[in-house]
């Protein structure tokens, strides 16, 4: 009955095991025979026997552990050495990988709309961020097929989603810290479609912890009906993975997803948008917004700095910029050099300060001093700021009115520039995540408006309290260009 459910692997480690030459065995053996046994019971088929029968010799012992083996790439070779110990010590998917459970219950729905409905929320994020979370991993699947998600605001939906703790009425009991992540149930009526996450892990938007929107994609997977995948690159493997990838799913993905449910009628070239039909990548290799503004609403979507400029906000990625006036529908788009002929590189950060008027947009180790379209005079370096002689580049900047001051963000640190006195403070850099608490990952760009600032992280924006020191909230980055 149960189809999924996600487990804890190593960030660290990695989430794939390739083959390597024979590993030693373990210095204790009976220990790490039982959780050998243990494993392969409930992943593979082995049959239970007594304790004192427990043998490495086996023929049913040495055959399912070579199945296990296979399954995660590692040399099949019917003995427990280290590498294979490694792997069945990596908490992991509560579902066998050798399971069919197409004769257990129905496949797919056998509708394009279903229904959703958020029933008992999380302790660690606030609902707007966990209704927002759980909205973009069903997207991801929507974009790749012909399905559509409508929350529901009754208990009568289709896929139930709720964070519950230990035994929650469905048989399969949650394990406390560092065990399963979550499970989610096959289509079907009753508890057919329903998503439960354990909450006594720690759910975050970030990479510490536990991405809630990379669990809840692969989740959402199994309630549409998908199986666990071998392919490490897909987002049906079993392990958890914090995902650096652009496209959560993988060519394998969107090829099972459409062979249960229509291909997306509006995106029939799919496959060739992300660049799968070649060996290269379009998106890395030529100009990244070669097509025309309609693509501004790819789930994907990411910038590289966000600023204002006047009554305008500005939007800028690789080469290309959109401009979205105060008062005015839609955006003006194109390349950099169009608005502003004299800047030819991309823009890496940006950022506004009210009282001079200006915007300062920064390419590497210079950046360039900006009011209306019209750049003053020469570029300059960045060491102006006060920075140390070894920056040479910054990841995002904002100006926040309050105190005067613009933070500048590179990787895990910031600084803050007193722009009043035109000096860097004292005592910096200093760790983001000590003062910025759930902000986890680097910082693409970021913006200070009406008492917030929006840090761009990836494919998302989260909603900066600068005064609480908390996140509030938390969308789509391409959210911002009206999508």
Same mark, same amino acid.
């Given at each position: 009955?149960?189809?999924?459910?996600?487990?804890?692997?190593?960030?660290?480690?990695?989430?794939?095991?390739?083959?390597?030459?024979?590993?030693?065995?373990?210095?204790?053996?009976?220990?790490?025979?039982?959780?050998?046994?243990?494993?392969?019971?409930?992943?593979?088929?082995?049959?239970?026997?007594?304790?004192?029968?427990?043998?490495?010799?086996?023929?049913?012992?040495?055959? !399912? *552990?070579?199945?296990?083996?296979?399954?995660?790439?590692?040399? /099949?070779? @019917?003995?427990?050495? +280290?590498?294979?110990? =490694?792997?069945?010590?990596?908490?992991?998917?509560?579902?066998?990988?050798?399971?069919?459970?197409?004769?257990?219950?129905?496949?797919?729905?056998?509708?394009?709309?279903?229904?959703?409905?958020?029933?008992?929320?999380?302790?660690?994020?606030?609902?707007?961020?966990?209704?927002?979370?759980?909205?973009?991993?069903?997207?991801?699947?929507?974009?790749?097929?012909?399905?559509?998600?409508?929350?529901?605001?009754?208990?009568?939906?289709?896929?139930?989603?709720?964070?519950?703790?230990?035994?929650?009425?469905?048989?399969?009991?949650?394990?406390?810290?560092?065990?399963?992540?979550?499970?989610?149930?096959?289509?079907?009526?009753?508890?057919?479609?329903?998503?439960?996450?354990?909450?006594?892990?720690?759910?975050?938007?970030?990479?510490?912890?536990? !991405? *809630?929107?990379?669990?809840?994609?692969?989740?959402?997977?199994? /309630?549409? @009906?998908?199986?666990? +995948?071998?392919?490490? =690159?897909?987002?049906?493997?079993?392990?958890?993975?914090?995902?650096?990838?652009?496209?959560?799913?993988?060519?394998?993905?969107?090829?099972?997803?459409?062979?249960?449910?229509?291909?997306?009628?509006?995106?029939?070239?799919?496959?060739?948008?992300?660049?799968?039909?070649?060996?290269?990548?379009?998106?890395?290799?030529?100009?990244?917004?070669?097509?025309?503004?309609?693509?501004?609403?790819?789930?994907?979507?990411?910038?590289?700095?966000?600023?204002?400029?006047?009554?305008?906000?500005?939007?800028?990625?690789?080469?290309?910029?959109?401009?979205?006036?105060?008062?005015?529908?839609?955006?003006?788009?194109?390349?950099?050099?169009?608005?502003?002929?004299?800047?030819?590189?991309?823009?890496?950060?940006?950022?506004?300060?009210?009282?001079?008027?200006?915007?300062?947009?920064?390419?590497?180790?210079?950046?360039?001093?900006?009011? @209306?379209?019209?750049?003053?005079?020469?570029?300059?370096?960045?060491?102006?700021?006060?920075?140390?002689?070894?920056?040479?580049?910054?990841?995002?900047?904002?100006?926040?009115?309050?105190?005067?001051?613009?933070?500048?963000?590179?990787?895990?640190?910031?600084?803050?520039?007193?722009?009043?006195?035109?000096?860097?403070?004292?005592?910096?850099?200093?760790?983001?995540?000590?003062?910025?608490?759930?902000?986890?990952?680097?910082?693409?760009?970021?913006?200070?408006?009406?008492?917030?600032?929006?840090?761009?992280?990836?494919?998302?924006?989260?909603?900066?309290?600068?005064?609480?020191?908390?996140?509030?909230?938390?969308?789509?980055?391409?959210?911002?260009?009206?999508?």
């Amino acid at each position: 009955m149960l189809l999924s459910c996600w487990v804890v692997v190593s960030l660290l480690t990695g989430l794939c095991f390739p083959a390597s030459a024979q590993s030693p065995p373990s210095t204790e053996p009976q220990v790490d025979l039982k959780l050998a046994a243990d494993y392969l019971q409930r992943y593979y088929n082995l049959h239970k026997e007594p304790a004192v029968r427990l043998k490495r010799s086996s023929p049913p012992f040495t055959y !399912n *552990l070579k199945d296990m083996q296979m399954f995660f790439g590692l040399r /099949a070779t @019917g003995e427990l050495d +280290s590498d294979t110990l =490694e792997v069945m010590k990596s908490p992991r998917c509560g579902v066998p990988d050798v399971e069919e459970y197409s004769h257990i219950q129905r496949t797919r729905w056998n509708k394009n709309v279903i229904t959703y409905s958020i029933g008992r929320y999380t302790r660690d994020l606030p609902r707007r961020t966990v209704d927002l979370l759980v909205e973009s991993a069903f997207r991801v699947w929507a974009g790749a097929s012909s399905l559509t998600f409508v929350r529901s605001p009754t208990r009568n939906a289709d896929i139930m989603v709720e964070f519950v703790t230990n035994e929650h009425g469905d048989f399969y009991p949650f394990d406390g810290p560092r065990g399963t992540l979550a499970h989610a149930f096959g289509p079907g009526s009753g508890i057919g479609g329903d998503t439960h996450f354990d909450d006594d892990e720690r759910w975050t938007a970030g990479e510490t912890g536990f !991405n *809630l929107f990379v669990v809840a994609a692969h989740e959402f997977g199994h /309630a549409l @009906g998908l199986k666990h +995948s071998r392919n490490p =690159e897909s987002l049906m493997y079993p392990t958890y993975k914090s995902s650096h990838r652009a496209y959560l799913l993988s060519r394998e993905d969107v090829a099972n997803i459409n062979a249960l449910y229509s291909p997306v009628r509006s995106h029939p070239d799919y496959f060739l948008r992300r660049g799968w039909s070649s060996r290269f990548n379009p998106w890395v290799s030529r100009s990244l917004f070669p097509q025309p503004m309609r693509d501004k609403c790819q789930p994907d979507l990411t910038f590289d700095a966000v600023s204002i400029l006047g009554d305008a906000t500005l939007f800028f990625r690789k080469k290309h910029l959109w401009i979205k006036h105060k008062n005015q529908e839609g955006f003006q788009e194109g390349p950099i050099v169009n608005f502003m002929p004299k800047i030819k590189t991309s823009i890496d950060a940006a950022f506004w300060v009210p009282h001079r008027s200006r915007a300062y947009l920064i390419h590497k180790s210079m950046f360039w001093t900006v009011r @209306g379209s019209l750049k003053r005079g020469r570029h300059r370096a960045l060491c102006h700021f006060g920075f140390p002689a070894g920056v040479q580049d910054v990841d995002a900047a904002v100006h926040v009115v309050e105190t005067g001051r613009t933070l500048f963000f590179m990787h895990d640190v910031y600084w803050s520039y007193n722009e009043n006195r035109r000096v860097m403070d004292l005592g910096y850099p200093k760790n983001i995540s000590d003062d910025f608490p759930g902000i986890d990952a680097a910082i693409n760009a970021a913006l200070h408006r009406d008492g917030f600032i929006y840090f761009f992280v990836g494919l998302h924006v989260y909603k900066y309290d600068y005064a609480q020191k908390h996140v509030v909230g938390v969308e789509k980055a391409n959210s911002w260009l009206g999508c």
